[in-house]
C-alpha cells in the first residue's frame, strides 16, 4: 500500500472513531455515506480497530470495533476512555507546533481556537520569550514565489547567518517553500554556479534583473533537504537508536556507524534549525560539536525552562 493510501486510511479511521463514540452506534450506510467507505474498507478498518490497544491486550486494553447487522459499534478500551495528561514537554512541543503552522499561514480556524486554549493554560502570560516566529509572509514570498513560476531571474542582496558576510547575487528561484518555522527560497545561484537555498528573511533587498531563465526538470523536493552552501551552518550530531530515522529524512553526512549508534555531520541554514531538532530528539541525540547550535541550544532551553510552570492538572 503506498504511503499516500496509508495515510488516508489513517486519517479516515482517527475521524471515524470519536464520531462513533459519540453517537454509540451508527447506522451503516450512513458511516459509508459520511466517511466514503465501500462495505468491504468499512469492514477492514472496523478490523485494525478491534486489535487497537495497550500491550496486556486483555478485556480491558483492546478497542471493540464491529457490525452488529445494519449498526457500526465502537467501545472504546478503559485507557482511551480517560483523557491522557500531556508532560510538559509533549504540551510545550504540541503548543510550538500549532503556532508554527498558524504562523506559515495555513492554519484553520478549529486549529487556532485549539491553539489559543492550549495557550491559556499552558503559558497564560506568555511573551516573545517562546513565540514560534514565522517571517511575514508579505515580505518577498510573493515576489519570489511569482518569479519562480514565471521563470524571472532576480538580484538579492543576502547576509549569510553563519559568517554574517553580505553579498550580492543572481538568482534564478525554482521554488519557495516554509519549514521549520521560516519561508526559504531555492533555485541557482549564479555567483557560485550552484544550487542554494536562501532564507528569506537574511534577504535585505530584492529586484527582477529582467532575465527569465528555464528551471530544471528534476527540481528538488522543497522542504525535505538542500545542497549545503557557504553559509550553512554544521554541527556534528550522535545519533542513539530512536534517532536513527534522521539517517532516512535528512541530508547528512554519515560519520560513523555501528548500525546502532551512529555519528552525523547535519547541515542547516541557520542553528536554529539544529537546536530545535536536538529539543525534538532529546535524550535520543547528543551534540558533539557546532558552537552556533550549543548556542542556541542553551538560548532554547533557558526560555523554556523560564516559561516552565506548568502544574500536575496539566
Given at each position: 500500500?503506498?504511503?499516500?493510501?496509508?495515510?488516508?486510511?489513517?486519517?479516515?479511521?482517527?475521524?471515524?472513531?470519536?464520531?462513533?463514540?459519540?453517537q454509540?452506534?451508527v447506522?451503516?450506510?450512513?458511516?459509508?455515506?459520511?466517511?466514503?467507505?465501500?462495505?468491504?474498507?468499512?469492514?477492514?478498518?472496523?478490523?485494525?480497530?478491534?486489535?487497537?490497544?495497550?500491550?496486556?491486550?486483555?478485556?480491558?486494553?483492546?478497542?471493540?470495533?464491529?457490525?452488529?447487522?445494519?449498526?457500526?459499534?465502537?467501545?472504546?478500551?478503559?485507557?482511551?476512555?480517560?483523557?491522557?495528561?500531556?508532560?510538559?514537554?509533549?504540551?510545550?512541543?504540541?503548543?510550538?507546533a500549532?503556532?508554527t503552522?498558524?504562523?506559515?499561514?495555513?492554519?484553520?480556524?478549529?486549529?487556532?481556537?485549539?491553539v489559543?486554549?492550549?495557550?491559556?493554560?499552558?503559558?497564560?502570560?506568555?511573551?516573545?520569550?517562546?513565540?514560534?516566529?514565522?517571517?511575514?509572509?508579505?515580505?518577498h514570498?510573493?515576489?519570489?514565489?511569482?518569479?519562480?513560476?514565471?521563470?524571472?531571474?532576480?538580484?538579492?542582496?543576502?547576509?549569510?547567518?553563519?559568517?554574517?558576510?553580505?553579498?550580492?547575487?543572481?538568482?534564478?528561484?525554482?521554488?519557495v517553500?516554509?519549514?521549520?518555522?521560516?519561508?526559504?527560497?531555492?533555485?541557482?545561484?549564479?555567483?557560485?554556479?550552484?544550487?542554494?537555498?536562501?532564507?528569506?528573511?537574511?534577504?535585505?533587498?530584492?529586484?527582477?534583473?529582467?532575465?527569465?531563465?528555464?528551471?530544471?526538470?528534476?527540481?528538488?523536493?522543497?522542504?525535505?533537504?538542500?545542497?549545503?552552501?557557504?553559509?550553512?551552518?554544521?554541527?556534528?550530531?550522535?545519533?542513539?537508536?530512536?534517532?536513527?530515522?534522521?539517517?532516512?529524512?535528512?541530508?547528512?553526512?554519515?560519520?560513523?556507524?555501528?548500525?546502532?549508534?551512529?555519528?552525523?555531520?547535519?547541515?542547516?541554514?541557520?542553528?536554529?534549525?539544529?537546536?530545535?531538532?536536538?529539543?525534538?530528539?532529546?535524550?535520543?541525540?547528543?551534540?558533539?560539536?557546532?558552537?552556533?547550535?550549543?548556542?542556541?541550544?542553551?538560548?532554547?532551553?533557558?526560555?523554556?525552562?523560564?516559561?516552565?510552570?506548568?502544574?500536575?492538572?496539566?
Open positions: 500500500m503506498s504511503s499516500n493510501r496509508t495515510a488516508d486510511r489513517l486519517n479516515r479511521i482517527l475521524a471515524l472513531i470519536p464520531y462513533v463514540l459519540e454509540g452506534v447506522d451503516v450506510e450512513e458511516v459509508i455515506d459520511r466517511f466514503g467507505y465501500t462495505r468491504n474498507q468499512l469492514l477492514k478498518d472496523l478490523n485494525t480497530v478491534f486489535v487497537c490497544g495497550l500491550p496486556g491486550y486483555g478485556p480491558g486494553d483492546l478497542m471493540e470495533a464491529y457490525l452488529d447487522e445494519d449498526e457500526v459499534v465502537i467501545d472504546a478500551a478503559d485507557y482511551f476512555k480517560r483523557a491522557p495528561r500531556l508532560t510538559s514537554t509533549e504540551a510545550l512541543g504540541l503548543l510550538a500549532g503556532l503552522v498558524i504562523g506559515a499561514g495555513q492554519g484553520t480556524p478549529a486549529l487556532e481556537s485549539a489559543s486554549k492550549l495557550m491559556a493554560k499552558v503559558m497564560p502570560d506568555a511573551d516573545p520569550a517562546i513565540t514560534v516566529d514565522v517571517v511575514d509572509p508579505t515580505e514570498v510573493a515576489e519570489l514565489k511569482s518569479a519562480a513560476a514565471d521563470g524571472r531571474v532576480v538580484r538579492i542582496t543576502y547576509t549569510s547567518v553563519g559568517k554574517e558576510q553580505t553579498t550580492v547575487r543572481e538568482v534564478e528561484p525554482w521554488t517553500f516554509h519549514t521549520m518555522g521560516r519561508w526559504y527560497v531555492a533555485g541557482y545561484c549564479r555567483m557560485v554556479e550552484e544550487q542554494r537555498t536562501f532564507r528569506l528573511d537574511r534577504i535585505r533587498e530584492l529586484e527582477e534583473t529582467g532575465e527569465t531563465f528555464t528551471p530544471p526538470e528534476d527540481r528538488p523536493e522543497p522542504g525535505v533537504g538542500y545542497s549545503p552552501s557557504d553559509g550553512d551552518v554544521a554541527a556534528v550530531i550522535e545519533l542513539g537508536p530512536n534517532a536513527r530515522w534522521v539517517l532516512e529524512y535528512y541530508p547528512v553526512e554519515v560519520l560513523s556507524d555501528d548500525g546502532e549508534t551512529a555519528r552525523i555531520r547535519f547541515w542547516a541554514p541557520d542553528p536554529e534549525v539544529t537546536a530545535r531538532l536536538l529539543v525534538r530528539l532529546g535524550s535520543s541525540a547528543r551534540l558533539v560539536d557546532g558552537p552556533e547550535v550549543a548556542q542556541r541550544l542553551r538560548e532554547l532551553g533557558e526560555a523554556l525552562l523560564s516559561r516552565h510552570r506548568l502544574g500536575p492538572e496539566t
